[in-house]
């Protein structure tokens, strides 16, 4: 079983800054990617970011320049250090991972449940 737990969201006003975290646990062999999404209030699951095994990193335009991702293989965790923060990043934030359970297994998705991000004006 694999399993995420975010934490690091609240409330701040327009401006302020969040670090979200995001760790990894149980039987897996490896992580090969991560990645953060977002849903807010009415809204479709947006992504925000993803991150390689390697170090490779990719964003969304709406928070390039803003956002920083990173990851720490031996801690199995990834960071996001939200900057500038608008209202407009107001969402439930989960956790993605790409995970192999066994050398040479196929990868498999899990989530974590989330942590809330509210942005006030």
């Known amino acids: 079983q694999v399993q995420l737990v975010e934490s690091g969201g609240g409330l701040v006003q327009a401006g302020g800054s969040l670090r979200l975290s995001c760790a990894a646990s149980?039987?897996?062999?490896?992580?090969?990617?991560m990645g953060w999404y977002r849903q807010a209030p009415g809204k479709q699951r947006e992504w925000v970011a993803t991150i390689t095994r390697d170090g490779t990193t990719f964003s969304a335009d709406s928070v390039r320049g803003r956002f920083t991702f990173s990851r720490d293989n031996a801690k199995n965790t990834v960071y996001l250090q939200m900057n500038s923060l608008k209202p407009e990043d107001t969402a439930v934030y989960h956790c993605n991972a790409a995970v192999s359970r066994t050398i040479g297994a196929s990868t498999d998705d899990y989530w974590g449940q989330g942590t809330q991000v509210t942005v006030s004006s």
């Open positions: 149980g039987s897996f062999f490896r992580i090969n990617a």
